[in-house]
């Protein structure tokens, strides 16, 4: 199944019927209904392109293969699973509620005896797979789901490892999401134990509202994992009873040998815990903690081509929510944008990869290394430093959170959608917030074309098949965003998608117009307050409105400040 495939649900699969597509990154999800049971599961289908793989193809029915041995009462079902017409599947249970990480996040973990109840399913169901001989070595909030009933259950065994497992990973090499490794497993090796260090690390997180190793470089958080112990301030500091504290002190000691040594111990001391200490009703959830503000680059920008309607532009703002502007061929290079130059940042990126993610409670992010790149339609030679920047476009659900947090009206659409219809300002907020800044024009365009000076993110090819754009073929009855993490395989060449298409995005910095057919189009399109007055912003990578042809990594568009439309979102950068 294609993207095609996607916009024309239901569609049968199997004995499946897919009814909705909920997303997915190696393989896509989907809520489906079982033809000869009437049942409502989940179907997970491995995606075409990684079907050639056939380590991936390994990898994921190993997966299924393992969760399937599980009928626990915290382990996620999964029914069914294996290929059909070439493609791998399983099929799980259909969950209501969300991820631990979300509940955190809201605020909606209950008070200090439901914190202890989730903890206490989770190390049950981890006591089960370590019966089993089975090593998870991914244990975060975002792999246990918190039912609508109040159920936890382990959710993923993606890179879980059993010693009868068919598929074998490197040895020596590590696995796992960084802020939750223990020492040994950073170091590449495994055992049941790196489990029990994740859990206190999660446990953690659950009691006081904040990940336990705040965000740091790379290097930095290595030497943390390695050499110092977890700060237990922070859960003092928010009233957890010392019991617990101590528990996530044994469960996080630096030496394997000293740490607790079975989720048996750990369940019998999370019921004596339910017991012994007094935990009052009315026990908040703290906030999540906001992480330290990093540096960024000076911002530049240089020669750009800018796209251009003609007459008649503003009538195009009623239909279609956009005003077109300036030529794309021989337009004036946009004016210096006003920006103040920050310290710079002293931490080393050599260590980094082109691609690396960084988990970040706004998004992941990828690396983007420092160097020089091709620029402009001219490709003139320029040099940036090291960045991070989003993987996607920031989503509703990201934006949500900072909208509570400030007190602000939350977005319109599903979750996973990216957010729009928001000001330039309104996006530096968000930016701020999440302790990261808008991209640079330089940024942006390295992210998106490479150091190649790419026409597109996947290369040079107009194929407009590998965007959300109005002249993809694929999509002509949609017309619509997709979800932020879509069209995984037209990635840029450090794994940000949707850099080409799916919703126009800002980069950093404001300038006086530059074309007066922009400022007579504004004119007539914009309503007071909002005017051709004052500050003008930039957006860049075309949108699902616009053709492939809008969508060239070079290009951008013009508008005021104030101005906003349903196809304007943005993605966020920050230092290593």
């Known amino acids: ?31 489906a209904r079982d033809f000869l049971l009437g049942k409502i599961v989940v179907v997970k289908i491995l995606k075409e392109e990684n079907c050639e793989e056939d380590s991936v193809r390994a990898r994921f029915l190993e997966e299924a293969r393992m969760a399937a041995r599980f009928d626990h009462e915290n382990i996620i079902n999964v029914f069914d699973f294996g290929e059909h017409e070439n493609r791998p599947f399983m099929v799980m249970e259909f969950l209501r509620g969300e991820e631990l ?102 446990l953690f997180e659950l009691m006081c509202g904040r990940r336990a190793l705040a965000q740091d470089s790379m290097e930095r958080t290595f030497y943390k994992i390695l050499h110092e112990p977890v700060d237990l301030e922070p859960l003092k500091a928010a009233g957890v009873p010392a019991g617990i504290v101590d528990l996530v002190r044994r469960c996080t000691l630096k030496a394997p040998e000293q740490r607790i040594q079975s989720f048996t111990a750990i369940c019998e001391e999370l019921e004596r815990l339910r017991v012994e200490y007094p935990i009052p009703e009315n026990s908040a959830l703290p906030k999540t903690a906001t992480y330290p503000a990093l540096a960024q680059p000076p911002k530049r920008k240089s020669g750009r081509k800018l796209i251009y309607a003609g007459a008649g532009a503003a009538a195009l703002l009623v239909v279609l929510g956009s005003v077109w502007i300036l030529t794309r061929h021989g337009a004036p290079a946009p004016p210096p944008v006003k920006a103040t130059p920050p310290p710079v940042s002293q931490t080393s990126a050599a260590a980094l990869k082109a691609g690396s993610l960084l988990a970040n409670r706004a998004g992941d992010m ?16 320029k040099e940036v430093s090291a960045f991070y920047i989003d993987k996607t476009e920031v989503t509703n659900r990201a934006y949500s959170l900072f909208a509570k947090d400030r007190g602000l009206p939350p977005p319109k659409g599903k979750p996973e959608m990216p957010v729009t219809n928001v000001t330039m300002e309104q996006a530096q ?148």
């Open 366 to 381: 990828v690396f983007v290394p420092g160097g020089v790149f091709l620029s402009g339609e001219n490709k003139t030679r």
């Open 101 to 202: 990480g979300t509940a955190i996040q809201q605020g909606r973990a209950g008070n200090t005896a439901d914190r202890l109840k989730i903890a206490l399913q989770a190390a049950r169901a981890l006591e089960e797979i370590h019966a089993h001989d089975i090593v998870h070595r991914d244990i975060k909030p975002a792999n246990i789901h918190v039912g609508s009933t109040g159920v936890a259950k382990l959710i993923d065994f993606g890179i879980a490892k059993a010693p009868d497992a068919s598929v074998k990973t490197q040895t020596g090499f590590a696995v796992g999401t960084l802020y939750y490794m223990a020492p040994e497993q950073v170091l590449g090796k495994s055992g049941k134990l790196v489990d029990i260090y994740a859990f206190g690390l999660v």
């Open 429 to 576: 907020n968000f930016c701020k917030w999440a302790d990261k800044s808008l991209p640079s024009w330089d940024q942006w365009e390295k992210a998106a074309r490479g150091t190649d000076g790419f026409q597109y993110p996947w290369g040079n090819e107009p194929d407009t098949v590998r965007a959300n754009v109005s002249d993809n073929p694929t999509l002509k009855t949609r017309k619509a965003l997709l979800a932020a993490d879509s069209m995984q395989g037209s990635a840029s060449p450090y794994g940000a998608v949707n850099m080409a298409g799916n919703a126009w995005e800002y980069v950093e910095g404001t300038h006086p117009p530059i074309n007066k057919q922009s400022i007579a189009d504004f004119k007539e399109a914009l309503k007071p307050p909002c005017s051709i007055k004052g500050e003008w912003v930039n957006i860049r990578g075309g949108s699902y409105k616009r053709p492939l042809s809008d969508a060239v990594s070079e290009e951008f568009r013009e508008l005021p400040a104030c101005y906003h439309a349903e196809d304007y979102g943005f993605r966020c950068v920050r230092q290593p």
């Open 1 to 31: 199944m294609g993207p095609a495939a996607k916009s024309q649900l239901p569609l049968q699969f199997g004995k499946y019927e897919l009814l909705e597509y909920l997303g997915g990154g190696m393989a896509d999800v989907y809520r």
